[in-house]
């Protein structure tokens, strides 16, 4: 026995220490009603509803700690009395509605344990509700104020929305700044609707009632939005999803999401979903049937690679896609066309992140589990917004926050965490390398560096400390704006630390110098001996989408097979055609943005793209499109019509998250099951039996059978890989890499013996600040942002397609008072957004979020023509684009 043991109903029971006796009850299978109780949650003891006897005394369970050798009983006739008369007190309140047969809530099922009818429910109501909201509705006649809502919105969300208002039996949650709840500041995670004992708080529709503890029988799956990986449990009826619930035992966000994950899947059923083939003839799209949409791609196919030969064929893969498809894609372009031109859309945010990562400490992923991360004493936050864009993992960094830790935030705007942070850097955009020099000179000179670590388990400090000298910090004020003051406290905070963690997003990749970023960012860990040791949680990069890292683990990589092994390098393609039984081809193939110059120069013949707008999401969109417009045949995969699909000459129906078989990797490198929870609409395929299919039409079997075939086909090519399977995930759960033995667990934290690189150990990088591509002048005076918001995701084509877009229906341009004021722009007029590659039209909104001079805007909305704005510069190591630094002027319309 382990832990405190006690004994519940003459039951030895053992819990951890710290546990309560409800949880104590609880373990020896005995079930108490516990209506203000959530084990997510403080307990508050306010309904007692689980009172027990521990060593005489009546208390309620919820609030009082388990003590070693305690007897306690739950089961005599007076504490069932008492309980029973709790209930009642509660329940008499309420009107008869409350316990209607329909209603799934908790107290339902506790009164129904109890034998307690509707009769007992003598409550006029009256008090009426708030349905003005998409996704959450308040019946305020069913609310027990038993705070379990405010709770959730405090404790575990972070947002403080809501609040319990009135006195005594009028006590009910309102949200927090008065009137409607979709005016509030409620981010729509859904964590009260999950809480909620009654059914005050419910989602509207057939899902209406269901939590994350009372519901039927559903299918678990992966969150298919961000890189957070989200356990989702999938209930439907019919065909139709009813309810996403979040899994209680998720392992990255515990019974928690977001608004996308929770709520945005009304696109699986829109209108506007693909669900046949199109072929474009004379100069229209139209449906045809797949095996004549098969036969014109590899008729196109073979075409392209007899004119130009195999490099004029190339592919985009997705990070939607799972691992098994990502995985697919890249062999079919290896073995049926024979070249390396393949990518994925990794590319355009996290490239840098690979590169640099690897070259610091030897493998292309965060060096912790996020789980440990979560456990720093202080944390640094660079170039990301978690709170919106990762939502599940910045409620879980704030609340690491507002229990102690130390928060450092390096953002030009002042969102998000960033409002809750000890000191806030707010650098020029484009000057992080300068930032992280800057913070790196203050260890050094303060000693706040670990040297033992230094000397054993690093190389390159002598040439960095040469390099620093040069970072004092009255330099680096004057490059990045930031007050010498603040970054000499932020470097203390971070030297000081006894477990500081680095997490960073793409603000620190999305640059010329991305991966220069990455690298000197990464040395503070070093400095700090805060990587593969307990003196802290490393770097961590937030990734963008679902599935960012497992596409690039799977090989969809101009110049890696799977698990990051080069082309270049004969053992690796010997590996791989061991496997394969086919020639590899040693060259590495064309990036991405490489296949759309040579689409403009004629050398690009045949171009799939699967699962990305590319016209919407990449920079430049003029020449993007002027690019697929040039190349002879353009395949698009999708699931709905997208800007890029209109420019395709066929397009096959796809499947999304929710309808697929396979695995997704998130963000801290964790294998996750994903699984079909629906049937696709029409004849949608996946991108595995889409890949598949063309294929066959060329007269190649490609094996992998199955998704589970194909991840055990990719740990044969990949060691890191060789212990993963689709039978041992759905038996384990979540798994990280590398995990190259089936009988051992994945390496959550690297390194703590050795680092990856060739001579094991970290390598300190000695890298000078250079100037960001572009640069404000009389002409184009301010610099332009772009990124994430919180209710939608990327180029919004699943999220606009249902409640989110009443919850943020426009794109807006976010401009500080004092550039308002010079260009005399009011808040909400109509802007005509100018820069030296192209124009964009969006909706004035005055705040101080940015600072004079820059101006932040999303990409959500592609009508908008954002990313008509931004140029082709990209990081002069992996031709990341330059995202985070376009110089613009305004112009009213």
Same mark, same amino acid.
């Given at each position: 026995?382990?832990?405190?043991?006690?004994?519940?109903?003459?039951?030895?029971?053992?819990?951890?220490?710290?546990?309560?006796?409800?949880?104590?009850?609880?373990?020896?299978?005995?079930?108490?009603?516990?209506?203000?109780?959530?084990?997510?949650?403080?307990?508050?003891?306010?309904?007692?509803?689980?009172?027990?006897?521990?060593?005489?005394?009546?208390?309620?369970?919820?609030?009082?700690?388990?003590?070693?050798?305690?007897?306690?009983?739950?089961?005599?006739?007076?504490?069932?009395?008492?309980?029973?008369?709790?209930?009642?007190?509660?329940?008499?309140?309420?009107?008869?509605?409350?316990?209607?047969?329909?209603?799934?809530?908790?107290?339902?099922?506790?009164?129904?344990?109890?034998?307690?009818?509707?009769?007992?429910?003598?409550?006029?109501?009256?008090?009426?509700?708030?349905?003005?909201?998409?996704?959450?509705?308040?019946?305020?006649?069913?609310?027990?104020?038993?705070?379990?809502?405010?709770?959730?919105?405090?404790?575990?969300?972070?947002?403080? &929305?809501?609040?319990?208002?009135?006195?005594?039996?009028?006590?009910?949650?309102?949200?927090?700044?008065?009137?409607?709840?979709?005016?509030?500041?409620?981010?729509?995670?859904?964590?009260?609707?999950?809480?909620?004992?009654?059914?005050?708080?419910?989602?509207?529709?057939?899902?209406?009632?269901?939590?994350?503890?009372?519901?039927?029988?559903?299918?678990?799956?992966?969150?298919?939005?961000?890189?957070?990986?989200?356990?989702?449990?999938?209930?439907?009826?019919?065909?139709?999803?009813?309810?996403?619930?979040?899994?209680?035992?998720?392992?990255?966000?515990?019974?928690?999401?977001?608004?996308?994950?929770?709520?945005?899947?009304?696109?699986?059923?829109?209108?506007?979903?693909?669900?046949?083939?199109?072929?474009?003839?004379?100069?229209?799209?139209?449906?045809?049937?797949?095996?004549?949409?098969?036969?014109?791609?590899?008729?196109?196919?073979?075409?392209?690679?007899?004119?130009?030969?195999?490099?004029?064929?190339?592919?985009?893969?997705?990070?939607?896609?799972? /691992?098994?498809?990502?995985?697919?894609?890249?062999?079919?372009?290896?073995?049926?066309?024979?070249?390396?031109?393949?990518?994925?859309?990794?590319?355009?945010?996290?490239?840098?992140?690979?590169?640099?990562?690897?070259?610091?400490?030897?493998?292309?992923?965060?060096?912790?589990?996020?789980?440990?991360?979560?456990?720093?004493?202080?944390?640094?936050?660079?170039?990301?917004?978690?709170?919106?864009?990762?939502?599940?993992?910045?409620?879980?960094?704030?609340?690491?926050?507002?229990?102690?830790?130390?928060?450092?935030?390096?953002?030009?705007?002042?969102?998000?965490?960033?409002?809750?942070?000890?000191?806030?850097?707010?650098?020029?955009?484009?000057?992080?390398?300068?930032?992280?020099?800057?913070?790196?000179?203050?260890?050094?000179?303060?000693?706040?560096?670990?040297?033992?670590?230094?000397?054993?388990?690093?190389?390159?400090?002598?040439?960095?400390?040469?390099?620093?000298?040069?970072?004092?910090?009255?330099?680096?004020?004057?490059?990045?704006?930031?007050?010498?003051?603040?970054?000499?406290?932020?470097?203390?905070?971070?030297?000081?630390?006894?477990?500081?963690?680095?997490?960073?997003?793409?603000?620190?990749?999305?640059?010329?110098?991305?991966?220069?970023?990455?690298?000197?960012?990464?040395?503070?860990?070093?400095?700090?001996?805060?990587?593969?040791?307990?003196?802290?949680?490393?770097?961590?990069?937030?990734?963008?989408? /679902?599935?960012?890292?497992?596409?690039?683990?799977?090989?969809?990589?101009?110049?890696?097979?799977?698990?990051?092994?080069?082309?270049?390098?004969?053992?690796?393609?010997?590996?791989?055609?061991?496997?394969?039984?086919?020639?590899?081809?040693?060259?590495?193939?064309?990036?991405?943005?490489?296949?759309?110059?040579?689409?403009?120069?004629?050398?690009?013949?045949?171009?799939?793209?699967?699962?990305?707008?590319?016209?919407?999401?990449?920079?430049?969109?003029?020449?993007?499109?002027?690019?697929?417009?040039?190349?002879?045949?353009?395949?698009?995969?999708?699931?709905?019509?997208?800007?890029?699909?209109?420019?395709?000459?066929?397009?096959?129906?796809?499947?999304?998250?929710?309808?697929?078989?396979?695995?997704?990797?998130?963000?801290?490198?964790?294998?996750?099951?994903?699984?079909?929870?629906?049937?696709?609409?029409?004849?949608?395929?996946?991108?595995?039996?889409?890949?598949?299919?063309?294929?066959?039409?060329?007269?190649?079997?490609?094996?992998?059978?199955?998704?589970?075939?194909?991840?055990?086909?990719?740990?044969?090519?990949?060691?890191?890989?060789?212990?993963?399977?689709?039978?041992?995930?759905?038996?384990?759960?979540?798994?990280?890499?590398?995990?190259?033995?089936?009988?051992?667990?994945?390496?959550?934290?690297?390194?703590?013996?050795?680092?990856?690189?060739?001579?094991?150990?970290?390598?300190?990088?000695?890298?000078?600040?250079?100037?960001?591509?572009?640069?404000?002048?009389?002409?184009?005076?301010?610099?332009?942002?772009?990124?994430?918001?919180?209710?939608?995701?990327?180029?919004?084509?699943?999220?606009?397609?249902?409640?989110?877009? &009443?919850?943020?229906?426009?794109?807006?341009?976010?401009?500080?008072?004092?550039?308002?004021?010079?260009?005399?722009?009011?808040?909400?007029?109509?802007?005509?957004?100018?820069?030296?590659?192209?124009?964009?039209?969006?909706?004035?909104?005055?705040?101080?979020?940015?600072?004079?001079?820059?101006?932040?805007?999303?990409?959500?909305?592609?009508?908008?023509?954002? /990313?008509?704005?931004?140029?082709?510069?990209?990081?002069?190591?992996?031709?990341?684009?330059?995202?985070?630094?376009?110089?613009?002027?305004?112009?009213?319309?």
């Amino acid at each position: 026995m382990t832990g405190i043991g006690l004994e519940v109903d003459g039951t030895d029971v053992a819990v951890p220490e710290g546990a309560s006796l409800l949880a104590a009850v609880r373990a020896a299978g005995i079930e108490l009603p516990a209506l203000c109780s959530d084990d997510r949650l403080s307990p508050t003891g306010s309904c007692r509803t689980c009172l027990v006897r521990a060593d005489g005394q009546i208390a309620a369970a919820c609030v009082t700690p388990a003590v070693s050798g305690a007897r306690v009983d739950t089961a005599t006739d007076d504490l069932r009395q008492l309980r029973r008369e709790a209930v009642e007190v509660i329940v008499s309140a309420l009107p008869p509605r409350a316990l209607a047969p329909g209603n799934p809530s908790e107290l339902v099922h506790v009164c129904r344990s109890m034998g307690i009818g509707p009769e007992a429910a003598q409550g006029a109501g009256g008090l009426g509700g708030d349905d003005s909201h998409p996704y959450v509705h308040l019946d305020r006649d069913l609310c027990i104020a038993c705070g379990r809502c405010v709770r959730m919105c405090a404790e575990v969300q972070g947002t403080f &929305a809501l609040t319990l208002v009135g006195r005594g039996a009028d006590t009910v949650v309102a949200p927090g700044t008065g009137g409607g709840w979709a005016e509030s500041d409620c981010v729509a995670c859904g964590g009260c609707v999950d809480t909620c004992p009654t059914g005050a708080i419910t989602e509207p529709g057939p899902g209406s009632g269901l939590t994350s503890v009372r519901r039927p029988t559903a299918t678990r799956t992966t969150c298919g939005y961000c890189g957070v990986g989200c356990s989702l449990d999938v209930v439907t009826s019919d065909g139709e999803v009813f309810a996403v619930l979040p899994a209680r035992d998720g392992s990255a966000n515990q019974g928690h999401a977001c608004v996308k994950g929770r709520f945005a899947h009304g696109y699986l059923t829109s209108p506007e979903r693909l669900t046949r083939p199109l072929l474009r003839r004379d100069g229209r799209l139209e449906p045809v049937g797949w095996d004549e949409a098969l036969d014109h791609v590899a008729r196109g196919l073979r075409e392209a690679v007899r004119v130009g030969g195999a490099d004029a064929v190339a592919a985009i893969s997705s990070a939607r896609a799972t /691992n098994e498809e990502n995985y697919l894609v890249q062999k079919f372009m290896r073995v049926v066309i024979g070249s390396n031109n393949v990518d994925n859309c990794s590319r355009l945010c996290h490239s840098p992140s690979a590169a640099g990562l690897t070259a610091s400490f030897g493998l292309p992923g965060g060096t912790d589990g996020f789980d440990d991360v979560e456990r720093s004493d202080c944390l640094l936050v660079v170039g990301a917004n978690p709170v919106e864009a990762h939502p599940v993992v910045g409620a879980r960094l704030l609340r690491r926050v507002l229990h102690g830790a130390k928060l450092v935030v390096a953002d030009p705007r002042a969102v998000g965490l960033a409002l809750h942070a000890d000191v806030h850097l707010r650098p020029r955009p484009g000057t992080n390398v300068a930032l992280f020099n800057g913070l790196g000179h203050i260890l050094l000179a303060e000693g706040l560096t670990d040297e033992e670590f230094l000397r054993r388990r690093a190389t390159g400090l002598p040439e960095l400390t040469e390099l620093l000298d040069d970072y004092p910090p009255d330099r680096v004020a004057d490059i990045t704006g930031v007050p010498a003051a603040d970054l000499v406290a932020a470097a203390r905070l971070y030297g000081r630390a006894r477990r500081p963690g680095i997490v960073y997003g793409l603000g620190v990749t999305e640059h010329l110098h991305g991966t220069d970023g990455v690298r000197s960012l990464a040395n503070l860990a070093i400095l700090h001996g805060a990587v593969g040791t307990d003196h802290g949680h490393g770097v961590s990069p937030l990734r963008g989408q /679902n599935n960012v890292q497992g596409a690039s683990d799977m090989g969809a990589l101009p110049d890696c097979l799977p698990g990051y092994g080069k082309v270049t390098d004969p053992a690796v393609r010997a590996r791989a055609e061991a496997v394969w039984g086919v020639p590899v081809p040693e060259r590495p193939g064309l990036r991405i943005p490489d296949m759309f110059a040579a689409a403009r120069a004629g050398r690009l013949r045949a171009l799939w793209v699967i699962g990305e707008d590319v016209c919407a999401t990449d920079p430049d969109a003029n020449r993007v499109a002027a690019a697929l417009d040039a190349c002879p045949l353009v395949v698009c995969s999708e699931l709905f019509l997208s800007e890029t699909a209109r420019h395709a000459d066929v397009v096959l129906p796809a499947t999304s998250w929710l309808e697929k078989d396979g695995t997704f990797v998130n963000f801290d490198r964790r294998f996750q099951r994903v699984r079909p929870a629906v049937r696709p609409p029409g004849q949608a395929r996946s991108d595995f039996d889409a890949v598949h299919a063309v294929a066959a039409a060329m007269g190649v079997d490609l094996g992998c059978r199955t998704p589970a075939d194909a991840l055990t086909d990719c740990g044969r090519i990949a060691p890191v890989f060789a212990g993963l399977a689709h039978d041992r995930l759905d038996r384990e759960g979540a798994i990280p890499w590398p995990c190259p033995d089936p009988g051992r667990p994945g390496e959550a934290k690297l390194y703590e013996e050795r680092f990856a690189t060739p001579d094991g150990r970290a390598r300190l990088a000695a890298v000078p600040y250079l100037p960001p591509g572009e640069h404000p002048d009389d002409d184009y005076p301010l610099v332009l942002v772009t990124g994430r918001r919180w209710a939608h995701y990327n180029s919004g084509s699943m999220t606009r397609r249902g409640g989110n877009l &009443a919850l943020d229906p426009v794109d807006v341009l976010d401009l500080h008072p004092h550039d308002a004021l010079r260009y005399d722009v009011r808040d909400g007029a109509q802007l005509t957004v100018e820069s030296r590659h192209g124009k964009a039209r969006l909706i004035a909104r005055i705040s101080e979020q940015t600072v004079p001079g820059q101006v932040f805007c999303s990409f959500h909305f592609p009508t908008s023509g954002v /990313n008509r704005l931004t140029s082709d510069r990209a990081d002069t190591v992996t031709s990341c684009p330059e995202y985070k630094v376009t110089a613009v002027r305004l112009a009213a319309l």
